[in-house]
């Protein structure tokens, strides 16, 4: 149980004048304590404990709600020290401290009992100077070295005035936009009138060569370089393709597949029956002859020219080679090669033995010729 004294201690150092209580010690100043004790004992109020100091008594001390030490001359935390804040502190957000230019700094009690953060260095906006400004863990982001003027190839090295960055070295200031009426570079040269624009695109189906706009999509009926051509009609498009199996020539569409059925010029007419096919392959051994297909192939035993006759039978192969030693007579195929010992006209009739195209008298090797028995003597 608490002393009467204890009890009279914690009343106040008014009461402590009026009632002779040799027990209840107060302090000489300038220490500045009220209620000294030697163990929480001596202590009158729930909760407080007994701060012993070097050199001098103990005195009572009732901790803040949550023993935390701040700004305000009292000891929160009843450590027997007064204002002692926390090792460091830091204001910034999580996970900046350390990193870049940011660490944390000292805390310290100000005039009027404010807590400060000296020394701590928070995030500042990412400035392009090798620094980690914003203390992310990345440095300079954010800046195109390759194309900011101000910073061109390197943080700080801004281009002159009339200059552009390109591929992180200054220039001088070159045409960005090619497209008809632009003089993004301020030099009096628009579209495709300024060189820098050589080559380059200036518009949907449109590149800039030799100083002026020219149709390089020769398919869409759009004029694209607006010279109010458009597609094969322009000389642009001379010997460029106007779609598949089509060819701008002289200005007009014309087919050059010509065996895929289709009109690929848009002129109504089809493979062989379009002049463009004249003397042009209509596929595998065929031909296209006075606007037709022509079978051209006569020993392959197709009908090429898909006119439902194979070879020696299509009329298109009279005189025409049929395979080695063959030729095209009179709708089929005849041996001319009669020493070979070959049957080239595939009739199961080999050289002089057969008689009707190999008949008596044919010459059948150097001096020599098939007698009418079938030999070659």
């Known amino acids: 149980m608490k002393s009467i004294s204890s009890l009279v201690c914690a009343l106040g150092l008014g009461l402590v004048m009026a009632v002779a209580a040799s027990a209840c010690w107060v302090p000489e100043l300038p220490d500045g304590t009220v209620f000294s004790c030697a163990s929480n004992e001596d202590c009158a109020l729930a909760g407080e404990k007994c701060v012993p100091r070097e050199g001098l008594s103990g005195y009572c001390c009732m901790p803040s709600a949550n023993a935390t030490e701040v700004c305000n001359g009292v000891d929160d935390d009843c450590n027997g020290k007064k204002d002692d804040l926390a090792a460091t502190c ?181 493979d062989c029956a379009d002049t463009d096919c004249a003397n042009q392959a209509c596929g595998t051994g065929c031909t296209c002859k006075s606007n037709v297909a022509a079978e051209t192939a006569c020993g392959d035993g197709n009908d090429n020219d898909k006119d439902t006759k194979i070879d020696c039978a299509d009329t298109d192969c009279a005189n025409q080679a049929c395979g080695t030693g063959c030729t095209c007579k009179s709708n089929v195929a005849a041996e001319t090669t009669c020493n070979d010992n070959v049957d080239n006209d595939k009739d199961n009739k080999v050289d002089c033995a057969d008689t009707t195209d190999c008949p008596t008298g044919t010459a059948c090797g150097t001096g020599k010729t098939c007698k009418s028995n079938g030999t070659c003597s």
């Open 90 to 270: 830091y204001g910034g957000p999580e996970g900046t401290a350390g990193k870049g230019l940011c660490k944390a700094g000292t805390p310290k009690c100000g005039a009027n009992n404010e807590q400060l953060c000296e020394g701590e260095v928070l995030p500042t906006e990412e400035l392009c100077n090798r620094v980690d400004d914003n203390c992310d863990g990345v440095t300079d982001e954010g800046f195109d070295l390759q194309q900011d003027v101000e910073n061109c190839g390197a943080c700080g090295t801004a281009c002159s005035a009339g200059q552009t960055c390109l591929a992180g070295k200054c220039t001088g200031r070159v045409q960005q936009t090619c497209t008809e009426g632009s003089d993004d570079d301020g030099d009096g040269l628009v579209g495709c009138e300024d060189t820098d624009c050589a080559n380059q695109a200036c518009g949907t189906g449109c590149t800039c060569k030799s100083n002026v706009a020219a149709e390089t999509t020769c398919t869409d009926g759009v004029d694209n370089d607006k010279d109010t051509k458009s597609d094969c009609a322009d000389t642009d498009c001379n010997n460029q393709s106007c779609g598949t199996g089509c060819l701008c020539k002289s200005n007009v569409a014309a087919e050059i597949s010509c065996g895929d059925s289709n009109d690929n010029d848009r002129d109504t007419k089809i």
